[in-house]
């Protein structure tokens, strides 16, 4: 879908000056340098498009000759667009034919042109206008999206590798670091996304959920609305990241037409969303608050609670059209991926597959396995499944409980969306194991340089959390809080039993562990269940 016509056009990043020479504006680089990005990247799969003099030279070349352009475009000059290191001719002509030649090939290709960057640059200049805004109220189950939270990101997170980012780790805030980053992939939909959140407190739509992204799990809806909140950091409202619907429903009653507006943003529907009277209650309320808006993410919107206060016609659909692309601008960033790229996505059909069950397999296959069969979608998804299958059985061979605890928990958050307190867990391990502490005294901090560790590193993240009586009444806990990166690493993976003698997950063993283990072990009289 189209920008308006009321937004600017590049000629509105040309500054007037008395010097013909002068470095480049900083909203200036930013276009050009992500357009001719996507430019190589499509003419050029799986290279860097920074790194050939030849690359630069070519593309001058065809704008030259397209334009008849007397004073002719060489490569030297585009480098120097996209990475400044001398003063070169700032010359509208110029500018104008390269942005109109880059908009038109990669519109033409279904890649993001020159308006979705004209729109994330524009954004990134937005400005807060402080006198509609009230303080920020404290949240519980809940996070304010701004620019303070994302300077402690970045003093945070220096350490964060695109390898974490792209097999989706979550702590500590990893995902939304890679955001900062810019490792995300510029979606065709965000566009879209993103007029509708800044026209939301306009009067341009009525419903209470402005839009809804639907997409299958692996396909980068969550990615999708970091980079919605991420852009409109410095917008003239507050957004609020909603983790736990129970938790947070009660401050609404504080926002209501308190004298700011609100972008509330869940990006995961189902396991954020509680028991259908809070939900009830979460949306009576929401239609009160005039001020208050919200976008969900979600598989998909048939029969789901928020339908009665949602438009159909703003559900962003979110499929595997635009895998190609994303997996291009990944490789481009991760080198140590790009012999495995270049066997086991030589057939179209594998873009066919979730993008984060691609990432999986080309970061954890050893190149020499690769072959025809695997670069089919069937082959991809039996070898996902057999690269967690072998992880477990290392596990086992050294530690059987711990095994059997990640099999049974996974087959437990399937079906239950819960999390666990990590001691808690390796009790449950324990327990698998013969009943000693072996487990808990050996894991309590995972060490990276054991095979173990390493592989536990793949698919667990941790979380700290304080919980006093003044936080949530009746609960008195701290500690680390366990969750799996991503659902298909459930879904599709460890929900597989490894070997037959294990026994079958069953409600018996659902119970056992729920209704047994739990109360037994735990401090706080069974009360470990954070979400859920």
């Not at 033409?108 to 954004?123: F, H, I, M």
């Not at 003093?155 to 974490?164: G, H, K, Q, V, W």
């Not at 990590?422 to 194991?433: E, G, R, S, T």
């Not at 037959?500 to 706080?524: C, K, R, T, V």
């Amino acid at each position: 879908m189209q920008m308006s016509n009321d937004n600017k056009s590049i000629e509105d990043y040309f500054e007037d000056s008395d010097r013909p020479f002068t470095p480049y504006s900083e909203p200036l680089k930013f276009i050009f340098s992500n357009l001719i990005r996507e430019y190589f990247l499509e003419k050029n799969m799986l290279k860097r498009f920074n790194s050939n003099r030849a690359n630069y030279n070519r593309l001058a070349i065809k704008i030259s000759n397209e334009y008849e352009i007397t004073d002719k475009i060489d490569g030297s000059y585009l480098k120097n667009l996209c990475f400044p290191e001398r003063e070169q001719e700032r010359s509208r002509d110029k500018l104008k034919h390269i942005y109109d030649y880059l908009d038109r090939f990669l519109a033409s290709k279904n890649r993001v042109a020159g308006q979705y960057w004209l729109l994330k640059s524009e954004s990134k200049k937005i400005e807060i206008e402080h006198g509609k805004s009230t303080p920020k109220l404290p949240l519980q189950g809940a996070i304010y999206i701004d620019p303070e939270f994302f300077e402690n990101i970045k003093a945070e997170n220096a350490s964060t590798t695109t390898r974490e980012f792209y097999l989706s780790k979550l702590e500590p805030y990893c995902q939304w670091y890679g955001i900062m980053e810019d490792w995300d992939y510029p979606r065709g939909q965000f566009e879209f996304l993103g007029q509708i959140a800044l026209n939301a407190f306009k009067g341009e739509n009525a419903e209470s959920v402005i839009a809804v992204v639907t997409g299958d799990s692996g396909n980068g809806k969550s990615t999708l609305l970091r980079r919605l909140a991420f852009t409109l950091k410095e917008a003239d409202f507050h957004i609020i990241w909603i983790n736990n619907l129970k938790d947070f429903y009660p401050i609404l009653k504080q926002l209501k037409n308190n004298g700011s507006d609100y972008l509330m943003i869940i990006d995961d529907w189902e396991k954020s969303k509680s028991d259908e009277t809070t939900i009830n209650y979460f949306f009576q309320q929401l239609v009160e608050c005039l001020n208050c808006k919200l976008v969900i993410g979600d598989y998909f919107t048939t029969d789901q609670e928020y339908l009665n206060y949602f438009d159909a016609d703003f559900e962003i659909k979110l499929n595997t059209d635009e895998n190609k692309q994303i997996l291009q601008k990944i490789v481009s960033i991760n080198d140590s991926w790009e012999d495995a790229a270049r066997k086991i996505l030589a057939d179209e059909q594998i873009f066919s597959c979730p993008i984060y069950m691609i990432l999986f397999v080309l970061a954890n296959t050893n190149i020499d396995v690769i072959n025809e069969k695997l670069a089919k979608p069937n082959g991809l998804k039996s070898q996902f499944q057999k690269i967690i299958i072998n992880d477990q059985k290392r596990i086992y061979k050294t530690y059987p409980g711990l095994a059997l605890a990640l099999y049974y928990w996974a087959c437990i958050q399937k079906d239950f969306k819960l999390v666990i307190w990590w001691d808690i867990f390796l009790k449950i391990a324990d327990h698998y194991n013969g009943g000693n502490d072996t487990i808990s005294r050996r894991f309590q901090q995972i060490d990276l340089n054991t095979t173990v560790g390493t592989i536990l590193s793949h698919y667990l993240s941790f979380q700290y959390y304080d919980l006093s009586p003044s936080t949530i009444p009746g609960f008195n806990r701290k500690g680390w809080v366990m969750f799996f990166h991503h659902d298909l690493l459930v879904f599709k993976g460890l929900v597989n039993k490894v070997h037959d003698y294990w026994p079958d997950f069953s409600q018996s063993i659902a119970q056992e562990i729920l209704q047994n283990i739990y109360p037994s072990e735990s401090p706080d009289g069974g009360q470990i269940l954070l979400l859920g």
